[in-house]
């Protein structure tokens, strides 16, 4: 009796026969863990995928699966077939189906000639259909989100297949003895798709030429100043990535390749009384990627005008009250946001140090390194936010004129709170 496999040798070979060139790869290690039956690749960039399903499932049914909807939100360029009905969908929309024949009572196919026709036509413009890359950080932290959602689940079904010796497990151990005792699969999965995403966004950052960028290029480019992030990358998602989960990362590398990064940072470089858009960017991607747990553990933003209203507060009480005449800036004052997130509070700290020493900027490099760098500290529980708040204190350094050194790096340290039994 055929099933969904039966038909998958038949189809690799027609669509491999549609253009010089085109790889249709169809892994079963990696489809078992939630990978599409099919991934079309060119000269090793992935132009799109397909979902095949046996010919008497209902594809209408299909369409509304959980698994669909994980594709439909993550993979731009899908088709779903079931060998004879054909939908292409494009950025989660139908874009067009076509249908090679319909089987009789007997079980016989019978070809539909227009039919042929309009599938042809549909495979030949799926198959030349280009992303379009990406040129704003919203639609950025949009289309990461959802690809990194689509990498945790990979890493859970990955670990619940994997035998408990594997690479997957061996990482997870390490995770609880040094970091993290109370962890689970899910937290482990969760932070490991996370540091993917945001350690390839770091070091896309790093390069404005990067059409040619790629996983083993962030290994390399992920700003010395966060080392926790450079060394948990190079661990997780350097050379020996589980192929069953190097797919996507790849593909998420392809889409901060083909990101038009220029103008993403010249986004980040807009910076009005009301709007931070590094900020932004992160509350943007996490409302995608996991909007219950951002709630739970109360990640929220705060507004600028507020923040700046309490930084410049305490700035004046440590003048007239403390006898620090330049308030932040004064070598006695040690800085520590405990709950830090995306950076605001520091951020405003630095900024109104910058201020008051406006009059004496020839000393300000030597300033940062000695008495500034030394004396601002956060500490932060999740990921992402500690991710972004590295990146946009560094942003913020460079913008005002500072360089950091290769063996420096910001106070600023992802750490953990165990639930008491």
Same mark, same amino acid.
């Given at each position: 009796m055929a099933t969904e496999q039966t038909h998958r040798p038949a189809l690799k070979t027609l669509i491999e026969s549609l253009q010089t060139g085109l790889e249709a790869i169809n892994e079963p290690k990696r489809v078992a863990?939630?990978?599409?039956?099919?991934?079309?690749?060119i000269s090793s960039r992935t132009i799109g995928y397909i979902e095949a399903k046996d010919v008497v499932e209902d594809l209408d049914k299909i369409e509304k699966s959980e698994q669909m909807e994980r594709y439909l939100g993550s993979l731009p360029n899908?088709?779903?077939?079931?060998?004879?009905?054909?939908?292409?969908?494009?950025?989660?929309?139908?874009?067009?189906?076509?249908?090679?024949?319909?089987?009789?009572?007997?079980?016989?196919?019978?070809?539909?000639?227009?039919?042929?026709?309009?599938?042809q036509q549909l495979l030949s413009d799926f198959l030349i259909r280009r992303v379009p890359s990406v040129g704003t950080a919203k639609e950025l932290a949009i289309r990461m989100a959802r690809l990194g959602q689509m990498i945790r689940d990979l890493i859970i079904k990955a670990f619940e297949t994997e035998p408990e010796k594997g690479t997957l497990h061996s990482q997870f151990q390490a995770f609880k003895d040094t970091l993290i005792p109370d962890?689970?699969?899910?937290?482990?999965?969760?932070?490991?798709?996370?540091?993917?995403?945001?350690?390839?966004?770091?070091?896309?950052?790093?390069?404005?030429s990067g059409k040619n960028f790629t996983r083993k290029d962030a290994v390399y480019l992920i700003p010395k100043t966060n080392p926790f992030l450079r060394n948990l990358f190079n661990e997780i998602a350097g050379a020996n990535l589980d192929d069953r989960i190097a797919w996507l990362v790849d593909d998420l590398a392809q889409l901060l390749a083909d990101a038009n990064m220029t103008e993403i940072l010249k986004d980040f470089?807009?910076?009005?009384?009301?709007?931070?858009?590094?900020?932004?960017?992160?509350?943007?991607?996490?409302?995608?990627?996991?909007?219950?747990?951002?709630?739970? %553990?109360?990640?929220?933003?705060?507004?600028?005008?507020?923040?700046?209203? /309490?930084?410049?507060?305490?700035?004046? @009480? =440590?003048? *007239?009250?403390?006898?620090?005449?330049q308030g932040f800036a004064d070598s006695k004052i040690l800085t520590l946001d405990p709950a830090v997130?995306?950076?605001?509070?520091?951020?405003?700290?630095?900024?109104?140090?910058?201020?008051?020493?406006?009059?004496?900027?020839?000393?300000?490099?030597?300033?940062?390194?000695?008495?500034?760098?030394? %004396?601002?500290?956060?500490?932060?529980?999740?990921?992402?936010?500690?991710? /972004?708040?590295?990146?946009?204190?560094? @942003? =913020?350094? *460079?913008?005002?004129?500072?360089?950091?050194?290769?063996?420096?790096?910001?106070?600023?340290?992802l750490t953990t709170v165990t639930e008491k039994r």
């Open positions: 863990c939630g990978a599409p039956d099919f991934i079309l690749t899908l088709i779903l077939t079931d060998y004879l009905e054909f939908k292409w969908y494009t950025d989660g929309k139908i874009r067009a189906t076509g249908r090679l024949g319909k089987t009789d009572t007997s079980g016989k196919i019978k070809t539909d000639l227009n039919g042929l026709k309009i599938v962890l689970t699969p899910e937290k482990f999965a969760d932070m490991y798709a996370q540091t993917i995403a945001y350690g390839l966004f770091a070091a896309r950052t790093m390069t404005t470089g807009i910076r009005t009384k009301r709007e931070d858009p590094v900020v932004h960017f992160y509350e943007t991607f996490f409302t995608q990627y996991d909007k219950e747990t951002r709630k739970m %553990r109360g990640e929220y933003y705060t507004p600028e005008p507020v923040v700046s209203y /309490i930084v410049r507060s305490v700035g004046w @009480l =440590l003048r *007239k009250n403390f006898n620090c005449a997130g995306t950076g605001t509070f520091l951020y405003s700290v630095i900024k109104l140090i910058y201020e008051s020493l406006k009059d004496q900027i020839g000393t300000w490099n030597d300033y940062v390194e000695k008495y500034l760098l030394p %004396r601002i500290f956060g500490f932060e529980l999740m990921l992402a936010p500690y991710a /972004i708040c590295h990146l946009k204190l560094e @942003l =913020l350094l *460079k913008e005002l004129g500072y360089q950091f050194k290769t063996d420096q790096r910001l106070g600023v340290y």
